[in-house]
């Protein structure tokens, strides 16, 4: 039933892709290094400009008012400007198919889909964080964030790697569904989703609170403004937050067919609800007056955190019905 | 009052606020509870207090659990089930929060629908005099006439979807037109099938019910109020209504993980039962098939196959060699190895006789602590270990679970040289009681399969409004609400040119005959909407394409 050898071949997919992943991890804080001084040495020899200079992403805000033709690139420092970044970049596309094969090796070893353990589903949660950092990166300038996503997702590999690892095996009669599949890839691509937006939640509240002290050290200024920082960080997390609900409510049909109740509050249930509560408070309280957006960011960072509980604490120290698979 | 007192009466004399009054306080808590602040600090609030339910025993999920940590914790253990800790999700500070908020969205969302319904039936407002002054507009020069730039702007805007407002006297160069309004339903459609998540949960609760049952191989299983193991029905359920529809498990199988190692070694592989059922007394009966994740349906009842195990038939006879029973008792498995504990009760015998102890699948030895082990959870080496019990089975005839044994009217049976007796048979063997007290016969073992029958009337109406709510998610996160205004400027004959209005361009002045006219285009969103301008200038590039085919043509 299972093929060990393509099980073997899937770990050594995935240690590789550890290694490319570190050094693309490496390129990115070059470039933050190289285009963060740049935007240091501008913005104290024009500061008027330095706002539309850093970088592509914040010439949204500078555009308006005005017929608006930015290019993506700002044309002449570019060249030296961005080398390292976009080494990085293609070692992280390169990472990515890395991974891909990784799951796909796992999955052909199984004969199912690769979603059956924490392990598991640790890899396929990289492998979209990955996937849509990419797929991001060749439609916008997102240079700057690619340390971001590269850090998390390598440490999330290793931790998969050294503490989930779990034998290839078949699945037990209870993740034997199409609901499998259709549940736990849409709640792991949503969790990618939300790591990219924790991430980027975090930078913005580190960019703001340099910017309202006016001290904006190197690495920071390679990013996009705070306000621009912070609507990249929302609309990331409007996507992601129907897709949870999809997890949500999948997940409850997938309940009520494998044990005859939709909705149980067994501790995963609980804390599936509890994330989803807590994005659906940030959504708000960013439509609230009397909120400001650093507050409201501070509850997405909060859902991220919940994620976290849900996946490494819920999973293992608590008894419920979602304890599976042996770890 | 002293004097240094009297200074402050004054001054707040001189800025009294008027007296709210009964009304005006409930009117002013109505406010504060649907206010979106009120709303948001309740859902927080909602969140943390449904996170004890993950760390303590429930004992709507798992009662067991929740007696065992009483009995260890008793001081903790007894003040966390003061405050409802053990049943967090029916407590009423739980219910408090939820019921609060759904006031509040209440009171938030008929409001917002009356003014939405209002929004709808009204045209989009004017469009301001300065449209420059609109954070986002985009203006350019068409090489043809007003009204052709016009028409071809209703073209686009039309296209595009969007409200235009009737033509108005005096304002015949511009237009105001709005769309974009499915972000509000889709708000509206959200909000209010939550509410219709939570009173068909209600629906559900009050006239759903739950029962379960351990069916052994080769038995028949009617379903009645009285004949289920446990029943928890709901409280305005008539249990008289219940579907007597009946099943008969022909076979279950199982199967066990053999290849893998460590933590998987022996990890369920396979559950399913091959049934034979009756919609009803009398009906025509049918070969079914009920695994995990493959439910049976009679009628809005469901059958869940959720546990099995083992139960060991076994025969007793008295001293003389006359059958007591042959007995087929499901024990419970206690681990992932399927050690089952369970009882055997000879009622017939006289004194009555009792069997308390353990069935091994795969009988791996005696552990000194916990007795004897199972390695392996299905049948490779199946033992049944037993003490025997003798006295009154059924003491007070209380009723008593058919897994253990009351023993507080029992004596434990000893051999001849005073040691307890205890018995280990395997399958087909037979063994002789002490004393003459007759004979035990382990003849074989059959699976049984631990059945959930669920009738939940809140189940499609909950998955109804789950999906109508996801769409309206994501209509109000996708859908932008924004507000479109057009002007045109006359420019004349293409030799004039209007300065700031337009942007120069050579190819304008090559052919005189040529009327030009100025566009401008702005816009309005609701909330932030970072590709305003983006749409704007699309908008813009295609009236200026429109406005020249039509020319053209």
Redesign the interface.
């Given at each position: 039933?299972?093929d060990q050898t393509l099980a073997q071949a899937s770990d050594i997919a995935v240690w590789a892709t550890m290694v490319v992943l570190t050094l693309a991890m490496l390129a990115f804080a070059g470039h933050l290094a190289v285009t963060g001084t740049r935007a240091r040495d501008r913005s104290a020899a024009a500061p008027a400009q330095a706002g539309s200079m850093t970088s592509a992403g914040s010439a949204?805000e500078a555009?308006?008012?005005s017929?608006?033709v930015l290019a993506p690139e700002t044309p002449e420092p570019s060249a030296p400007n961005r080398r390292w970044g976009v080494i990085g970049l293609q070692l992280t596309w390169l990472a990515t198919f890395g991974l891909i094969a990784g799951v796909a090796l796992r999955g052909l070893s199984v004969g199912r889909a690769p979603l059956g353990n924490m392990y598991e589903f640790a890899i396929v949660a990289v492998m979209f964080t990955l996937i849509v950092y990419s797929a991001w990166s060749l439609r916008q300038d997102r240079l700057w964030l690619g340390l971001f996503i590269t850090l998390p997702a390598t440490l999330i590999l290793a931790a998969a790697k050294l503490s989930w690892y779990?034998?290839?095996?078949?699945?037990?009669?209870?993740l034997?569904?199409i609901?499998l599949v259709i549940h736990v890839t849409v709640a792991t691509l949503s969790v990618a989703l939300f790591t990219i937006g924790c991430a980027l939640a975090l930078l913005y509240l580190a960019k703001d609170r340099a910017e309202t002290k006016g001290e904006v050290p190197h690495w920071l200024a390679a990013l996009p403004s705070a306000p621009s920082l912070e609507?990249i960080t929302?609309?990331l997390h409007?996507v992601a937050?129907?897709l949870w609900?999809?997890t949500l409510?999948a997940g409850?049909?997938?309940a009520?067919?494998?044990?005859?109740?939709?909705?149980?509050?067994?501790?995963k249930e609980?804390?599936t609800?509890?994330i989803w509560?807590?994005y659906?408070?940030y959504?708000?309280?960013r439509?609230?007056?009397?909120?400001t957006a650093r507050k409201a960011t501070w509850?997405a960072v909060a859902g991220f955190g919940?994620i976290i509980i849900n996946y490494a604490v819920?999973n293992i120290f608590?008894?419920?019905w979602h304890s599976y698979?042996?770890? | 009052m002293t004097d240094t007192r009297k200074a402050p009466p004054q001054t707040s004399a001189q800025i009294r606020q008027p007296r709210l009054g009964l009304v005006g306080w409930l009117r002013w808590m109505w406010r504060q509870l649907t206010s979106m602040r009120t709303a948001l600090m309740l859902l927080m609030l909602l969140a943390v207090a449904a996170v004890p339910g993950s760390i303590w025993p429930q004992r709507s999920v798992d009662p067991v659990r929740v007696t065992e940590y009483l009995r260890e914790n008793p001081t903790t253990g007894e003040w966390l089930d003061r405050f409802g800790f053990f049943d967090v999700y029916s407590s009423p500070w739980f219910a408090a929060i939820y019921l609060l908020l759904m006031i509040s969205l209440v009171g938030c969302i008929v409001p917002r629908a009356g003014q939405h319904w209002r929004t709808l039936r009204a045209q989009p407002p004017r469009a301001p005099r300065n449209l420059h002054r609109l954070e986002a507009h985009t203006r350019t020069r068409v090489d043809a006439p007003p009204e052709a730039v016009l028409e071809a702007a209703r073209r686009v805007l039309g296209r595009r979807r969007l409200r235009i407002r009737a033509a108005e006297e005096g304002r015949e160069l511009e237009i105001a037109a709005e769309g974009g309004y499915l972000r509000e339903t889709g708000n509206l459609v959200f909000h209010i099938s939550l509410l219709a998540v939570i009173v068909s949960v209600a629906v559900g609760h009050l006239w759903g019910w739950r029962g379960e049952i351990i069916v052994p191989e080769g038995e028949t299983f009617t379903s009645q109020a009285a004949r289920f193991d446990t029943l928890e029905a709901g409280p305005w359920v008539d249990e008289n209504s219940i579907q007597p529809f009946s099943l008969r498990l022909d076979r279950l199988d199982v199967e066990f993980e053999t290849q893998a190692g460590g933590a998987q070694f022996g990890a369920p592989r396979l559950f399913e039962g091959q049934f034979t059922t009756t919609d009803a007394p009398g009906a025509p009966e049918q070969r079914q098939v009920l695994g995990v994740n493959n439910p049976l349906h009679f009628g809005s009842t469901s059958v869940f196959l959720l546990g099995n195990g083992y139960a060991p038939v076994v025969t007793v006879t008295d001293s003389d060699g006359r059958s007591l029973g042959t007995f087929t008792a499901p024990f419970l498995p206690q681990d992932d190895t399927y050690t089952s504990t369970g009882a055997i009760k000879v009622p017939a015998a006289d004194p009555q006789l009792g069997f308390y102890g353990a069935f091994l699948p795969t009988f791996g030895g005696f552990d000194e602590a916990a007795g004897p082990i199972s390695t392996f959870p299905d049948l490779m080496d199946p033992r049944l270990a037993l003490g025997v019990y003798e006295g009154t089975l059924f003491p007070g005839g209380r009723p008593q679970s058919v897994y253990t044994l009351d023993t507080a009217q029992m004596e434990q049976v000893t051999t001849t040289d005073g040691d307890v007796s205890r018995i280990l048979l395997a399958p087909g063997e037979t063994i002789e009681l002490p004393g003459g007290r007759g004979t035990v016969s382990f003849d074989g073992v059959v699976r049984w399969g631990g059945l959930v029958v669920r009738h939940d009337p809140g189940r499609v109406p909950v998955l109804i409004s789950s999906i109508v709510l996801l769409g309206g998610l994501i209509a109000m996160l996708t859908v932008k609400r924004r507000r479109v205004f057009v002007r045109v400027t006359d420019q004349g004959q293409a030799t004039t040119d209007q300065g700031e209005a337009t942007t120069d361009q050579g190819e304008g002045t090559a052919d005189p005959g040529e009327r030009h006219t100025g566009l401008t285009v702005a816009g309005l969103a609701k909330g932030s909407d970072p590709q305003l301008q983006d749409y704007l200038d699309a908008l813009a590039e295609e009236i200026t394409a429109a406005a020249r085919t039509k020319d053209d043509a």
């Open positions: 039933m299972t949204d555009g308006s008012g017929v608006a779990t034998e290839a095996s078949q699945l037990m009669p209870s034997n569904s609901w609507r929302y609309g409007i937050f129907p609900t999809f409510i409850a049909i997938w009520e067919q494998a044990w005859g109740r939709y909705w149980g509050w067994d501790p609980v804390w609800f509890v509560v807590v659906a408070a959504l708000h309280a439509a609230t007056s009397g909120w509850l919940c819920v608590f008894v419920g698979s042996g770890v | -």
